[in-house]
C-alpha cells in the first residue's frame, strides 16, 4: 500500500498499477483515470494498457511513468534519436506526428474555449517535417577531471546534468554532421577544462558556430578553431563574455524571407524552424489582407519577421520591440531590402504604452507575436485603436487565452484558430489567432 506525506502528497512506496489510457495532453503524457482523479503517465499513449509506476499523488490529480507496455497504439512509433527519455530535449518522440498534432489542437481548442466563454475550434494546422527542422541549438560543454573527456550535449531531463550526444536527428542534417567533428576539435583545446558552451545555427549561407571561451584562448587553439571553420565552411564567432562576440571567420549569417533577405547577429532571436516559419508569415499576411491603403503596427515585432513582408503590401508598418539590438536589424534590414515604408521603435511594451511615439497613430491591422508572459501591458491599447483585424502569434495558450478576453470584451470575434507544430516531439504549444469585428 502506497504511503503519502500529508502536505505534498508524494508517493513514498513505489506502487505500481495497471491502467488504460484515454488521451494525451499538449506535453506529451498519457492521461487516464485513478481512484477517480486524473492520472499523467509520461511514456503512454492513448489506447493503451499500461503498467504505471506512480511517482506522484496529490488530492486532484497523480503522476506516473510507464513501466511496461500491456496493449501498444498503433500511433506509437520507434523513436529516431538514440538518447531519447534521456535527454530532456524532446517528449514525444514515442507519438506519431499526426497524434502529437492532433492532440496539441485539442488542447489548445479545449483551453481557449473554457477561458473565452467562447467555442473554439482550431481551423488548420500548419507543420512540416517533424525531424531535421531545427536551425538553431545551444549545447552545454563541461570537462570531466576523472575521464579526461569532454562532454556536449543537452541536459538531462529535471536535471542540469549533460547528455553527452554525437547525433541530434531534429537538429538540420547539416548542424547535425557537425556534432562529432566538432567535439573532436574542442577536445584537443589546451583551454577545453574552461569551455561553457557552444551554439549552432544553420543560415542560408552555411552553418555559424558560436564558442564561449572563459579563459584567453591559445594562439594554438584559435589555429585549430580557424582550420576547423575553413574545413567544413562555417562561420566562426567567438564569445568571451556574455557581452563581447568577435567574428573570427565567414560571413554575416542571413536567411531568406518570402523574397527578403534578412541579416542576423547569432545571438538574435529567429525562429528555429524555418519551415514552419516560413508558412506562418504567409498564413499572417493571408488572414490580415494586407491591402496598399493599410497602416499595420507588428508589436513585439523582433528584428522584422512580419514586419519586413508586410511592407511590401500596405502603405506603411510601424514595428514595435523592447530590444534594441532587433530593433537596430530590423531597420538596417528594411534599408537592406530598399523598404522605406518602414519604422521601428525601441520600447518597454510592459510599461505604460499610451504615452508611447507609436500609440497616437492610427493602424487598421495590427499583428502582435509576444513571448510567454504575453501582452497583458498592451491589449487595451490594441481594443482601443479598434483595428479591422488582428492576428495573435503566442507561445503560450494561457497567456493567449487570457489576453483574448479583452478583445472578446471589445466586440471582437476568434474568426480563425490555427495550432502552429513549431517544435514536434516537444510539449511546446505555439498557435496563431484571428480576431475580427463583427
Keep these: 500500500m502506497a504511503q503519502f506525506y500529508s502536505a505534498k502528497r508524494r508517493v513514498t512506496t513505489r506502487q505500481t498499477i495497471t491502467v488504460t489510457i484515454h488521451d494525451l495532453d499538449a506535453f506529451g503524457q498519457g492521461v ?6 486524473t492520472l499523467f503517465v509520461s511514456g503512454a499513449l492513448p489506447g493503451e494498457q499500461v503498467e504505471v509506476e506512480l511517482q506522484e499523488d496529490k488530492r486532484q ?19 529516431r534519436c538514440p538518447y531519447f527519455t534521456v535527454c530532456g530535449g524532446c517528449q514525444q518522440q514515442h507519438a506519431s506526428q499526426a497524434l502529437q498534432q492532433q492532440s496539441k489542437a485539442r488542447a489548445l481548442a479545449h483551453l481557449l474555449t473554457r477561458e473565452t466563454g467562447q467555442q473554439a475550434t ?4 500548419i507543420g512540416d517535417n517533424a525531424y531535421g527542422y ?20 543537452f541536459r538531462k531531463t529535471a536535471s ?11 537538429l538540420k542534417p547539416e548542424l547535425d554532421a557537425l556534432l562529432a567533428p566538432l567535439k573532436a576539435c574542442l577536445s584537443s583545446l ?13 543560415a542560408d549561407n552555411g552553418p555559424v558556430l558560436v564558442l564561449r571561451h572563459l579563459d584567453a584562448l591559445s594562439d594554438g587553439d584559435r589555429q585549430k578553431l580557424e582550420r576547423f571553420s575553413h574545413e567544413h565552411r562555417l562561420a566562426l564567432f567567438l564569445a568571451p563574455d556574455s557581452e563581447q562576440l568577435e567574428q573570427v571567420t565567414g560571413e554575416p549569417p542571413y536567411y531568406q524571407s ?16 524555418d519551415a514552419v516559419n516560413q508558412k506562418m508569415v504567409a498564413k499572417a499576411l493571408e488572414w490580415l489582407d494586407p491591402q496598399p491603403t493599410d497602416r499595420v503596427l507588428d508589436l513585439f515585432c523582433g528584428m522584422g519577421n512580419f514586419t519586413l513582408p508586410l511592407a511590401k503590401s500596405v502603405l506603411n508598418v510601424v514595428g514595435v520591440e523592447g530590444v534594441a539590438a532587433l530593433t537596430a536589424q530590423g531597420a538596417y534590414n528594411a534599408k537592406l531590402n530598399g523598404l522605406e515604408n518602414v519604422t521601428f521603435f525601441h520600447e518597454n511594451l510592459e510599461e505604460d504604452v499610451t504615452r508611447q511615439p507609436w500609440a497616437a497613430q492610427g493602424f487598421d491591422k495590427v499583428l502582435l ?6 501582452a497583458g501591458g498592451v491589449m487595451q491599447h490594441i481594443a482601443k485603436l479598434a483595428p479591422q483585424r488582428i492576428v495573435y502569434v503566442s507561445c503560450n495558450p494561457t497567456t493567449l487565452a487570457r489576453d483574448s478576453q479583452i478583445l472578446l470584451s471589445a466586440g471582437y470575434q476568434l474568426a480563425k484558430v490555427a495550432m502552429l507544430d513549431m517544435f514536434p516531439h516537444t510539449g511546446h504549444l505555439e498557435s496563431m489567432v484571428l480576431f475580427s469585428k463583427t
Excluded at 61 to 79: D, H, W
Excluded at 369 to 374: K, N
Design 160 to 170: 542540469n546534468e549533460l547528455v553527452s550526444i554525437d547525433h541530434c536527428p531534429i
Design 134 to 153: 531545427r536551425r538553431r541549438a545551444r549545447l552545454g560543454l563541461h570537462y570531466q577531471p576523472k575521464t579526461q573527456t569532454l562532454q556536449m550535449g
Design 369 to 374: 507575436d509576444p513571448a510567454r508572459a504575453g
Design 258 to 273: 518570402h523574397q527578403l533577405k534578412l541579416t542576423f547577429s547569432p545571438r538574435d532571436f529567429i525562429q528555429v524552424n
Design 122 to 125: 482550431v481551423d488548420e494546422i
Design 61 to 79: 490529480y497523480a503522476r506516473g511513468r510507464a513501466r511496461r507496455i500491456l496493449q501498444s497504439s498503433p500511433e506509437r512509433v520507434t523513436p
Design 32 to 37: 487516464a483515470r485513478h481512484q477517480g482523479k
Design 190 to 202: 589546451q583551454t577545453v577544462r574552461r569551455l561553457g558552451h557552444v551554439e549552432l545555427v544553420q
